[in-house]
């Protein structure tokens, strides 16, 4: 027997039923909002994803789906949907044009990752992507967004944020920190050795203990801040705190891709397990240029579609449409033509074989149809069709014609 490969799984019955609704619904919400759908290739070259998220992540350094195709070049599934975004706003010059554009999308994800509950192989990202307003209002939109999407499918999170900083910034910062983490680097783990050449702010980021401790004096960059990237820090948490939003401010959050500038968040929900994050995102104002593009801001989210679906409650649905059977083999044939016909109005579902009422009515209601449409041999001679309305539960015949 062959199973789907480890870290992946097939989505079925009530969780794609799930899956659909929130991706109607999102997309829905992002259209609100302004966001037009996009869709980006699923593969892309190995190297957008070392420019943008960085050869220094753990996704682009450990967890890749990397091979060489047919035509010899350097591919790769996509571990996450801004750098396709990017590429292709690029590509398709809308950064030579002048205003502002927000793009929606969702789809598979691949991360080369050690599977484990709210931690796949294959994952579904719903995504957005804003491009040309660095204005802070649009930070607050891109978390009003993300919050309203959240409500919907009422899902309960703890925002967090954090400001990681501008090219003013960042670089003194990051010095301070270098010279910090030199005096303590015997006492930490070999990825934070690592960390230090390669980037040095993701130490904060580590998960063991003794690395913690030994980072609890280190030099943290909300107090490092410009003046222009604490104002509009101070703009944002300012006003979540009189929109009656609540948020923590993490100063360890600092996110595991590397593009990221400014404000950075995630949601986080206690009712998920060790993978606890709902979504992430934050401000890439430099990843446009970077990829050689024209400077333009960006700021964007994602959400793991999985880590949500068990949270998602379906909307109780309405019994509808139609199920066509015959009671005798003659009638097979008209019960499929008129079948046929229904079914260019509402959901239909044809039964192939002849059976007793009982068992046809029984399909019927299993399969949530309305009505349960019959021909025997006494309704093909009458030329008529036996129907059950299967929720106010009458019954009545009806000519074929008429039908
Ligand atoms: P990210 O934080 O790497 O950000 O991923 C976003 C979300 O995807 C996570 O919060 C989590 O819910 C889900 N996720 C990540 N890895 C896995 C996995 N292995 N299995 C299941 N779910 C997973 C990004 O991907 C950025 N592109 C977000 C962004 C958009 N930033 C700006 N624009």
Redesign the pocket.
């Known amino acids: 027997m062959i199973n789907a490969l480890r870290?992946m799984k097939d989505l079925l019955s009530t969780q794609i039923e799930k899956y659909d609704y929130f991706i109607k619904n999102a997309s829905d919400i992002a259209l609100n909002f302004g966001f037009e759908h996009i869709e980006t290739p699923i593969l892309e070259e190995m190297a957008l994803f070392k420019r943008s998220?960085g050869e220094s992540s753990d996704?682009v350094g450990k967890e890749m789906y990397e091979f060489i195709d047919k035509g010899n070049n350097n591919i790769c599934l996509r571990?996450?949907?801004?750098?396709g975004v990017v590429r292709s706003f690029i590509q398709n010059k809308y950064d030579r044009i002048a205003g502002v554009k927000r793009f929606f999308y969702h789809g598979a994800?691949f991360?080369y990752?050690r599977?484990q509950k709210?931690?796949?192989?294959e994952?579904?990202?719903f995504?957005?992507?804003c491009f040309g307003e660095s204005n802070p209002y649009e930070d607050i939109n891109i978390i009003l967004l993300l919050k309203e999407i959240l409500d919907f499918f009422k899902i309960e999170y703890t925002l967090k944020i954090n400001s990681l900083g501008c090219e003013k910034c960042l670089p003194p910062f990051k010095e301070n920190l270098v010279k910090f983490l030199g005096d303590i680097e015997d006492g930490l783990c070999d990825d934070c050795k690592r960390r230090i050449r390669t980037n040095p702010i993701r130490v904060f980021d580590c998960k063991n203990k003794s690395c913690q401790e030994l980072l609890l004096d280190a030099p943290r960059l909300g107090v490092s801040l410009c003046d222009e990237c604490s104002k509009s820090f101070n703009f944002i948490k300012n006003f979540l705190l009189e929109a009656n939003i609540k948020y923590e401010v993490d100063s360890n959050l600092v996110?595991?891709?590397d593009?990221?500038t400014k404000t950075a968040f995630?949601?986080v929900s206690t009712e998920i397990g060790a993978?606890n994050?709902?979504?992430?995102?934050?401000?890439?104002d430099k990843l446009v240029k970077f990829l050689d593009g024209r400077d333009t801001p960006?700021?964007?989210?994602?959400?793991?579609?999985?880590?949500?679906l068990n949270l998602i409650n379906l909307p109780k649905t309405e019994k509808s449409g139609y199920y066509f059977g015959a009671m005798d083999e003659n009638a097979i044939s008209l019960v499929y033509k008129l079948g046929v016909k229904k079914r260019k109005q509402e959901r239909v579902e044809i039964a192939y074989n002849p059976k007793s009422l009982k068992a046809h009515l029984k399909t019927a209601d299993k399969k949530g149809m309305r009505y349960c449409a019959v021909i025997g041999e006494n309704e093909l001679k009458n030329h008529q069709v036996w129907i059950k309305d299967l929720v106010k539960k009458e019954e009545f015949l009806k000519n074929i014609e008429e039908f």
């Not at 571990?79 to 750098?83: F, I, L, Q």
């Not at 709210?118 to 192989?121: A, Q, T």
């Not at 960006?298 to 949500?308: C, H, Q, S």
């Open positions: 870290g998220v996704i571990p996450e949907g801004t750098a994800m991360r990752e599977p709210g931690r796949l192989r994952f579904h990202q995504g957005v992507e996110r595991g891709l593009y990221y995630e949601f993978q994050a709902v979504a992430g995102g934050g401000r890439y960006g700021i964007g989210f994602a959400i793991g579609i999985e880590r949500i």
